[in-house]
T-cell receptor, first 112, second 115 residues
Framework: AQSVSQHNHHVILSEAASLELGCNYS??????LFWYVQYPGQHLQLLLK??????LVKGIKGFEAEFIKSKFSFNLRKPSVQWSDTAEYFC??????????FGDGTTLTVKP | NAGVTQTPKFRILKIGQSMTLQCTQD?????MYWYRQDPGMGLKLIYY???????DKGEVPNGYNVSRSTTEDFPLRLELAAPSQTSVYFC??????????????FGPGTRLTVT
């Protein structure tokens, strides 16, 4: 069975600090990888996704993520966070059977 | 396109009651999903479907049933509501499972309370 692990449950940063959120998955076959963001009171929005090719993918709002196959990781990064990045972030995988699994999420709080 | 629509938005059930959460998409997507999100937690997959007439269990299927008689609709049935089913339920759809244009589109959610 596939699983997704997000190591940081709650991250608190000051504005302009750099961000890295960890995500590891377990699955023996081909997966597609995603990061979603959920702002307070809203539903999930796609930040970025990886299917194939360049393991460094860029998404919206200055976010990027790197797929490291040997480590089963897909960490999310942003060089300089803003107060408006305060939200919950979810890593997810989807297998070639169409089954999706989400991590438990990381709450990011950015202090102005 | 309306995208993914869910009804109702809110519902309070008594223990033992049953109800159906409706989900409809107008994007001709093959794949549809039902998730629940408990406070402070991620989304847990309840059931999913890769096409009309095909459904499969996710991580937390107990206490729920689904059907997929058409491409557009994917209702979720709770037969005997229990307090543990208090949650926010999200329906989602996608064209496939991979590809450059892949994206899972989410509905606005249904907030269910069982007392």
């Amino acid at each position: 069975a596939q699983s997704v692990s997000q190591h940081n449950h709650h991250v608190i940063l000051s504005e302009a600090a750099s961000l890295e959120l960890g995500c590891n998955y377990s699955y023996g076959g081909t997966v597609n990888l995603f990061w979603y963001v959920q702002y307070p009171g809203q539903h999930l929005q796609l930040l970025l996704k990886y299917f194939s090719g360049d393991p460094l993918v860029k998404g919206i709002k200055g976010f990027e993520a790197e797929f490291i196959k040997s480590k089963f990781s897909f960490n999310l990064r942003k060089p300089s966070v803003q107060w408006s990045d305060t939200a919950e972030y979810f890593c997810a995988v989807i297998t070639n059977a169409g089954k999706s699994t989400f991590g438990d999420g990381t709450t990011l709080t950015v202090k102005p | 396109n309306a995208g993914v629509t869910q009804t109702p938005k809110f519902r309070i059930l008594k223990i033992g009651q049953s109800m159906t959460l409706q989900c409809t998409q107008d994007m001709n997507h093959n794949y549809m999903y039902w998730y629940r999100q408990d406070p402070g937690m991620g989304l847990k997959l309840i059931y999913y479907s890769v096409g009309a007439g095909i459904t499969d269990k996710g991580e937390v299927p107990n206490g729920y049933n689904v059907s997929r008689s058409t491409t557009e609709d994917f209702p979720l049935r709770l037969e005997l509501a229990a307090p543990s089913q208090t949650s926010v339920y999200f329906c989602a759809s996608s064209f496939g499972w991979a590809g450059e244009n892949y994206e899972q589109y989410f509905g606005p959610g249904t907030r269910l309370t069982v007392t």
